[in-house]
């Protein structure tokens, strides 16, 4: 059992893509729930138009998980 965690934690670590606590601030607003899933506005883009690929990975993969 305690291999399966690790193996899901090392695993997560790698894929899950890195988004800063600031740009983490900035998105909240711009972050809602559907159907219990997180979904990031379009005009979140404004606020951080480099970090916006990224934060939509970051939501696409809290979803799954």
């Known amino acids: ?6 193996a899901s934690t090392t695993e997560g670590s790698q894929t899950q893509p890195k ?3 600031s740009a983490q601030k900035k998105l909240d607003p711009y972050v809602t ?9 379009e005009n979140a883009k404004r606020v951080v138009s480099e970090e916006y690929n990224v934060a939509k990975q ?8």
């Open 1 to 6: 059992m305690t291999s399966t965690v690790q």
């Open 19 to 21: 988004l800063s606590l």
């Open 58 to 65: 970051v939501i696409a993969q809290t979803n799954v998980t």
């Open 33 to 41: 729930v559907k159907n219990n899933h997180y979904v990031l506005g």
